[in-house]
């Protein structure tokens, strides 16, 4: 039988060279991987923006955002490329389908671009008169009574709790228009309130007020019989008006004279059933900021990334890399320091603002990296720049931001009012930094250098210490 005949040596042999064929051919194919793998890197390129090869885009222009490790065309045009590889360019959008062909090395990705033609704008409804004032009250807490029917900017009067009644006599808009005297309006939201049914609102009765001096506020009790919409007015004179009474009844405080001429630091105010407190805070006796309560927020954090930068990094990331160095610096100095995070998870706009007026901070200074809308071009825009929305915390905006500007030789991207969420805190002084622009090459270079971040959190806490020595 050939089984019979087999030589075993043979086979030995035989399983030997297989093996050895086995190897060599493993060890080309992992080569050829290699290569393949190496390669593909060195002529790799990522787009950070847009998100998505085929997008809708409302303006005449927009950028791509990313890296390249080899020279980038976008439509056969050369981009400039960065030290680091990154890269911010500008393409013009007309109406209709725009295609987009970026290509490095021997890869290429097409993009589609679509501008939508050109609407005409928005034509707001005139104001609409009822025959017959109608009974509101707020169903959202916190909900913002504006002296316009505009939803954002500089109009919020107030900030009103649940179930305060409100008298309504028309509306505009997504607004009513709510009666707080004879010729005096507001505005709220129609998705904050609900209708009170066969319910009359008449005017509330002022009781009088009580005053409190404690160590750290100026207390004032005002006795209603029941709750009514009211404006709190700040300055050197703090005023508080409430209205829907007999008559706006109106009490003003001498906070500068009270201070012995020092600036507002902070207040708050809320009904406690049908008394509104209002407390000021006092000036804090220090020319440093040793036992002072600050609270340092990390902006965005879990799924919320946002700004994506163009070497890819996430704007998450580095404010909460800057946070922590920041809170190491403060620490040093004294400071007590409340973090809304200290690791990458999400967080609400409400519950970072509530972790700080739970602790009783004094300062509330959230940290951010900056982007820029569609029809703008982030070459050309670049720098430091602190939001405040409260006149109280302009001060520490304007010392902050003119601290970091010296120690960090930033460009200045100015101080700004807006309407950002944590910002809206009139129990601390609030200011959010933008500390540099992540779609900027120049600035991203910046920003995920560790040194920058150490120094851009000494240069903050530098110019917190600098508003108190001030003080």
């Not at 390669?39 to 990313?66: C, D, L, R, W």
């Not at 915390?393 to 460009?411: F, G, Q, R, S």
Request: aromatic letters at 12%; proline letters at 4%.
């Amino acid at each position: 039988m050939q089984f019979q005949n087999l030589n075993i040596k043979d086979t030995k042999i035989n399983s030997k060279s297989m093996l050895f064929v086995y190897n060599d051919n493993m060890k080309k194919f992992l080569i050829l991987i290699c290569i393949l793998i190496f390669g593909i890197k060195s002529s790799a390129f990522n787009i950070v923006y847009p998100k998505n090869t085929n997008v809708t885009i409302n303006a005449n222009s927009t950028f791509f955002i990313g890296s390249s490790q080899t020279p980038l065309t976008v439509n056969g045009q050369n981009v400039p490329l960065h030290k680091t590889g990154a890269f911010a360019y500008v393409v013009k959008l007309n109406s209709g389908k725009n295609t987009f062909v970026i290509c490095s090395g021997n890869q290429s990705q097409t993009y589609t671009i679509t501008k939508p033609a050109i609407k005409f704008p928005f034509k707001p409804q005139q104001f609409v008169q009822y025959n017959k004032k109608r009974s509101f009250y707020v169903s959202t807490e916190g909900s913002p009574l504006r002296s316009s029917p505009f939803d954002g900017g500089i109009n919020r009067m107030a900030h009103l709790q649940n179930g305060v009644p409100l008298l309504v006599d028309g509306e505009k808009n997504w607004f009513y228009r709510v009666v707080l005297s004879e010729n005096n309006y507001g505005w709220i939201s129609k998705s904050n309130v609900k209708e009170f049914k066969n319910f009359e609102i008449t005017p509330a009765k002022f009781l009088g007020y009580d005053y409190i001096d404690s160590r750290d506020y100026f207390t004032f009790v005002f006795h209603l019989d029941k709750q009514v919409p009211y404006e709190i007015v700040e300055g050197d004179v703090m005023s508080i008006k409430f209205f829907n009474t007999n008559e706006v009844c109106k009490h003003d405080f001498p906070y500068k004279e009270a201070a012995n001429g020092k600036k507002l630091i902070g207040y708050k105010g809320h009904y406690e059933g049908n008394d509104f407190i209002l407390q000021i805070r006092k000036p804090l006796k220090h020319k440093k900021i040793k036992n002072i309560k600050i609270a340092v927020d990390a902006g965005h954090g879990g799924y919320e990334k946002g700004a994506i930068g163009c070497l890819g990094d996430e704007e998450k990331d580095i404010t909460l890399k800057i946070s922590k160095y920041l809170e190491k610096e403060l620490k040093s100095r004294g400071a007590k320091v409340i973090m809304t995070r200290t690791d990458d998870k999400y967080v609400g706009l409400k519950e970072r603002v509530d972790i700080a007026n739970e602790n009783d901070a004094a300062i509330f200074v959230s940290i951010h990296a900056n982007a820029l809308p569609d029809g703008l071009d982030p070459n050309k825009i670049s720098g430091t720049s602190v939001f405040y929305y409260y006149n109280e915390a302009k001060p520490l905006a304007d010392t902050v931001l003119n601290t970091m500007l010296t120690e960090l030789k930033t460009n200045d991207d100015k101080v700004r009012q807006a309407s950002f969420a944590v910002v809206r805190n009139t129990n601390a002084l609030s200011i959010l930094i933008e500390t540099a622009y992540l779609i900027n090459p120049d600035d991203n270079e910046k920003l995920v250098n560790p040194e920058f971040q150490k120094a851009c959190a000494k240069a903050i806490a530098d110019g917190i210490e600098k508003y108190f020595s001030a003080q």
